[in-house]
């Protein structure tokens, strides 16, 4: 029972308790809660430019500087991971340079073309009992090619494989 007697009683019902007016929740020193808006912040950032997926942030255009490192990268990279590093770049940042693009497909395809004509290779040194292995030597002009490539990208001029197959157009 309760201590007032003078109270009457009320039958308990199920349900949530009655909400007793307290202080408000305070707000951290360094502006509004987590997740409410800003006055000068929308939530809606506009439809996504021409080009540009939904979704993805705008990345601005590389600087010519950094166009000649990368595609330099596209054409030396191959000597240590074959044709893992001019797709890397291509895929990456084809949306951000003409060139890039254009050094890295360039420089991919010829990879393609190098990893065929190793295959090729192989059959014919093993067809032939090793006298085929002179055609491995076909394989120092792919160095010099590649070197003559990162050369003239250093400069920024384009540069094409002498001989290349455009598997990636």
């Known amino acids: 029972m309760s201590e007032n007697p003078q109270e009457p009683q009320t ?36 439809p996504p430019q021409a080009g540009q997926p939904y979704g993805q942030q705008y990345q601005p255009p590389l600087t010519p500087s950094d166009e000649r490192l990368w595609t330099v990268l596209a054409q ?7 044709f893992i590093p001019p797709l890397v770049i291509w895929l990456v940042l084809k ?23 190793q295959v090729a290779a ?22 010099v090619f590649m070197i003559l490539a990162a050369v003239a990208n250093g400069k920024g001029a384009p540069y094409r494989y002498p001989v290349n197959i455009r598997f990636i157009k």
């Open 11 to 46: 039958p308990q019902q199920p349900g949530p308790a009655p909400q007793q007016p307290g202080p408000a929740p305070q707000q951290p020193q360094g502006g509004p809660a987590y997740g409410t808006p800003q006055p000068a912040q929308s939530p809606y950032q506009g």
């Open 122 to 143: 192989a059959i014919i040194t093993a067809i032939t009992f090793g006298i085929g292995a002179i055609v491995y030597l076909a394989f120092i002009a792919a160095i």
């Open 76 to 82: 030396i990279g191959p000597f240590l991971l074959s």
């Open 95 to 117: 949306d951000r340079s003409q060139f890039v693009e254009q050094e890295a497909k360039e420089s991919l395809n010829f990879q393609i073309t190098l990893a065929i004509a």
